[in-house]
């Protein structure tokens, strides 16, 4: 789907979170928002997946408008920082979560949803988990399987909140890898927040790089390693 | 420092070895001073007066104090106060939620405001809550007035004393979900808003199983202090015997009228439901340990 920003600015009471931004994202991009903390990065995810409301400003899902559509109807997957597992449900229920939340006439049968989060469980190579709680996971398990969660819902785009923030390197570097291969396979397009310049540079297919509430740069990693458009990302990126 | 050297340090001779303690363990004295005044202590403060209670009920035996909980009086007292904590208890858990769920979910002005309001019962004493609802809705008053002409009086009558007692156990159940809310934040929410549920969806499957172990401590709380509540009862109940006097304030009157085995063996009946309620959340915690500590991290 593709996602038009259109001079989206928002304000936290007198502070001024997002500048008017534009912003347009073509069809099954990878797009990183890089930045570092304060810089808007969060709030423009969140006000995608329709958890914050702009104060002024359009967002256009395939040309229509998306402004004020609930954030049930965004229909839009979202990993959450430290992923928000239902902690007392096992993982096939909170994979299972979104399926069950319809209403009862787009609702698939049991043995419909029990196929689908099967599916889900294998494509993040995790079939064994089912039954485990979220806390007997480690990092890495339990960012796959908010992944599986958010894809459920057979969402339109995919909204990532630092989905490696909270790993170590080493997962950090596999999982790197598995995002990459889960958005292939799927072609949907897929948002993700980071501050790690290495991860927007490798993964992305476009970058947009952020600083205190506005757009510095927006361009294809190589582009922006080769002419960073401000002092800012110059020193950001660190070429 | 290799791996190497340090079990080579710890593996010196025990005989020889000075025993070290760790950095948080106190010395012998110490820690015999500290097991000491805490035994001492729940010993002569709790141990001694529970203890002395049920043997005053029982100083003239089973038969005397049962005869005694069987009298007219005292079986009105008893239906009362279970007629009270049955209306009350529910109340407060309902409020308590909504001010837990409105206070931790939600920005706005006033909320410091409002958290030090729930508190006021807390902090003012049960006798002026009392006062204060017989001044409100007393025959003196404009609205008591009314109310007493239309039939439907409220101080010296059943719902005066629930009232009574809603206002004094009013913060236990919010002053339990608030912090372990504020704790889970709004992640969990917000991640099932994502997966297409509604709000009484969200509060459902999401919110109330992750307080759920909250709810039962704060409840419990609230229901032994709503049994137990004596200061403001006594002001709006007008003490009438087989009609407002509930279980404490019937101890009261027996034992100013030397009744001594009735008035403690209603005492050791009162404190029966208190420790009935705190063996139940023991029992429900031993048995959920497991789903305990997956929803709770203190």
Redesign the interface.
């Known amino acids: 789907m593709h996602i038009q920003i259109d001079e989206i600015a928002k304000e936290f009471g007198t502070t001024t979170a997002l500048h008017p931004v534009s912003l347009s994202i073509p069809s099954g991009a990878l797009v990183a928002l890089l930045g570092p903390s304060g810089s808007g990065k969060t709030t423009l995810l969140r006000i995608l997946g329709g958890l914050e409301f702009p104060t002024s400003g359009r967002v256009l899902f395939n040309s229509q408008d998306a402004t004020g559509l609930s954030v049930q109807e965004r229909r839009a997957g979202f990993v959450f920082q430290s992923y928000a597992l239902f902690r007392h449900m096992t993982v096939f229920d909170n994979i299972a979560y979104g399926l069950n939340a319809r209403p009862r006439a787009s609702r698939p049968n049991k043995a419909e949803i029990d196929r689908r989060v099967l599916k889900l469980l294998d494509l993040i190579q995790l079939p064994q988990i089912a039954a485990r709680y979220p806390t007997q996971l480690s990092g890495g398990q339990r960012q796959r399987v908010a992944l599986a969660r958010a894809l459920a819902i057979e969402p339109r785009m995919l909204l990532l909140d630092e989905p490696f923030g909270a790993l170590d390197a080493k997962v950090r570097k596999e999982l790197r890898q598995g995002l990459r291969d889960i958005h292939d396979e799927t072609g949907l397009t897929s948002i993700f927040v980071t501050h790690d310049q290495d991860e927007a540079m490798e993964l992305a297919d476009l970058v947009v790089v952020m600083s205190m509430g506005r757009i510095e740069q927006i361009g294809k990693p190589a582009d922006i390693r080769a002419r960073p458009a401000t002092e800012f990302v110059r020193e950001f990126i660190g070429a | 420092m290799s791996d190497a050297t340090l079990p080579k340090m710890q593996a010196r001779p025990a005989a020889t070895a000075p025993r070290f303690r760790s950095a948080t363990e106190e010395s012998p004295a110490a820690r015999g001073a500290l097991i000491a005044i805490a035994t001492g202590g729940l010993a002569l403060l709790v141990g001694a007066p529970l203890a002395a209670v049920f043997a005053e009920a029982l100083m003239q035996g089973w038969g005397a104090a049962v005869a005694s909980l069987a009298s007219r009086d005292a079986q009105s007292a008893i239906r009362l106060t279970l007629l009270i904590t049955a209306i009350a208890v529910p109340l407060n858990a309902v409020f308590g939620i909504a001010a837990a769920w409105f206070i931790t979910k939600f920005d706005f002005r006033g909320k410091a405001f409002l958290i030090t309001l729930i508190d006021l019962p807390f902090s003012i004493s049960p006798v002026v809550a009392g006062l204060c609802i017989v001044l409100l809705f007393g025959a003196n008053s404009a609205l008591g007035g009314w109310l007493v002409a239309s039939g439907h009086p409220i101080v010296f009558a059943v719902p005066g004393i629930v009232l009574a007692t809603v206002f004094v156990t009013f913060p236990f159940v919010a002053r339990e979900l608030i912090p372990v809310m504020i704790e889970q934040g709004r992640?969990?929410e917000?991640?099932?808003?994502?997966?297409?549920?509604?709000g009484w969806?969200v509060f459902r499957?999401?919110t109330l199983?992750?307080i759920r172990w909250a709810l039962l401590y704060g409840t419990l709380l609230c229901t032994a202090r709503a049994m137990g509540e004596f200061g403001a009862v006594a002001v709006v109940s007008g003490k009438i015997r087989g009609q407002t006097a509930t279980m404490p304030i019937t101890i009261e009157m027996f034992y100013n009228e030397y009744l001594s085995v009735a008035a403690f063996s209603m005492a050791a009946l009162l404190t029966g439901f208190a420790l009935l309620t705190l063996l139940l959340k023991t029992a429900l915690e031993l048995r959920h340990a497991d789903?305990l500590?997956?929803?709770r991290r203190h």
């Open positions: 992640a969990e917000e991640a099932a808003l994502t997966l297409g549920a509604t969806r499957t999401v199983p992750n789903a500590s997956a929803t």
